[in-house]
C-alpha cells in the first residue's frame, strides 16, 4: 500500500514537471480561458521599444515545476498552464506581442537573461535583494518561501525561525531562495548548541516529492501556493506547516532593461480590466493578489 502511494505520489509530481502521468486536479474552473477576453491597449504598447512593438514577438525564458504556477495538465498535448502561463499571455496581449516560450531549468533562466538568450524570464521568481544586484522585475503576484511534510508526520510545526528544523534533512529545488536562505542559516544550530540541519538540493523538482514520501528528507522548502496545492491533493500525502516568509514575485529581465515600463503598465491594466482578478480566481490564489505592479521592489521584510 506504501508502495502504490508513492508511486502516485511521484506521479503528481512528475506531471508538474511535463513528463507522463495525470496531472493533479485544480480548482473547478481550471480549464476556463481567462485570458482571451484580452485585447491590446495601443497606449500601454506605445512604450514597447520600438524593435520589440515592430517584431511582435517577447521571448519567454520558462520554469515549468508545481502546480499552479506552471505545468503540463495533459503531457501528450504539452500545452502549458498554470498562473505564470495566464498572467504571460494575457500581458503579452495587451501588449499586442506573440509569446515564443521556452521551457528552461529554473537555475539557467537568469543568467540567460543576461546573455540575450531570453528577454524575459518566469519561474515564480521571487524578489531578493540578492536578485536585484544584477535583475530587474516587474511584479504581478505575492507568493514566497513555505514548508511541508508527510501528512502523517505530526512532530514537525509550523516553522517560523530556522531553528526549528536542527537535526532534520531539507530538500529543495536547485538555484531557489529556498536554497539561499537555508544555506544562508546553516551556522543557527550550531550558535544554539543543537545539531546542524542537512539540505539536499534537487534540480528535478519530482524527485523533491518522492524523496519526502520515503523518507530520505523530513521536510520541503517551497513555494507557498505550491505547497498549498500540492498538500490539497490525496495522492501526494503532504502536510503543508505554512508560511514562512512572503516574497513579490515577478516577471525577471536583465538589468535596466528597456521592457519594464511596458510590462509594468501591462500587469496594472490587467488588474484595472478585472482580468487579474480572474486569473488569480481560476488557480484559487486570490490570496496572493497585488493590488499593485512595481519594478524592482525591495524585498519584504
Not at 503528481?12 to 513528463?19: D, F, I, K, N
Not at 509569446?99 to 540567460?112: D, G, K, M
Request: a neutral charge.
Amino acid at each position: 500500500m506504501k508502495r502504490a502511494l508513492l508511486a502516485v505520489a511521484a506521479a503528481v509530481l512528475l506531471t508538474a514537471c511535463g513528463s507522463t502521468g495525470p496531472a493533479p486536479a485544480g480548482p473547478p474552473t481550471q480549464g476556463v480561458d481567462v485570458v482571451a477576453g484580452e485585447q491590446k491597449v495601443d497606449a500601454v504598447a506605445g512604450l514597447l521599444p520600438d524593435d520589440v512593438r515592430k517584431a511582435g514577438t517577447i521571448r519567454v525564458g520558462s520554469s515549468f515545476g508545481y502546480p499552479p504556477s506552471a505545468f503540463y495538465p495533459d503531457p501528450a498535448t504539452r500545452k502549458p498552464a498554470g498562473i505564470d502561463i495566464d498572467i504571460t499571455d494575457a500581458v503579452a496581449r495587451i501588449l499586442g506581442l506573440t509569446v515564443e516560450r521556452q521551457e528552461a531549468a529554473f537555475e539557467s533562466i537568469l543568467p540567460a537573461l543576461g546573455s540575450g538568450k531570453f528577454d524575459v524570464g518566469t519561474g515564480n521568481f521571487g524578489v531578493t535583494t540578492a536578485r536585484l544586484r544584477t535583475i530587474d522585475f516587474v511584479t504581478y503576484i505575492d507568493d514566497g518561501q513555505g514548508f511541508a511534510v508527510r501528512k502523517d508526520d505530526t512532530a514537525v510545526q509550523p516553522v517560523t525561525d530556522l531553528t526549528q528544523l536542527c537535526g532534520l534533512t531539507i530538500g529543495t529545488g536547485a538555484g531557489t531562495t529556498f536554497e539561499t536562505t537555508l544555506t544562508a542559516g546553516k551556522d543557527v544550530c550550531a550558535a544554539a548548541g543543537k545539531k546542524p540541519y542537512e539540505v539536499k538540493v534537487f534540480s528535478d523538482t519530482a524527485a523533491i516529492l518522492t524523496s519526502l514520501q520515503q523518507g530520505r528528507v523530513d521536510v520541503v522548502m517551497s513555494t507557498i501556493n505550491g505547497l498549498r496545492h500540492q498538500a490539497s491533493q490525496p495522492a501526494s500525502g503532504t502536510r503543508f506547516l505554512g508560511e514562512f516568509h512572503r516574497l513579490d514575485v515577478g516577471f525577471a529581465f536583465k538589468k535596466d532593461s528597456p521592457l519594464t515600463p511596458a510590462f509594468q503598465a501591462a500587469v496594472n491594466q490587467l488588474i484595472k480590466d478585472g482580468g487579474y482578478d480572474r486569473i488569480l480566481q481560476k488557480w484559487g490564489v486570490t490570496g496572493s493578489a497585488i493590488t499593485e505592479s512595481r519594478i524592482s521592489p525591495p524585498e519584504h521584510p
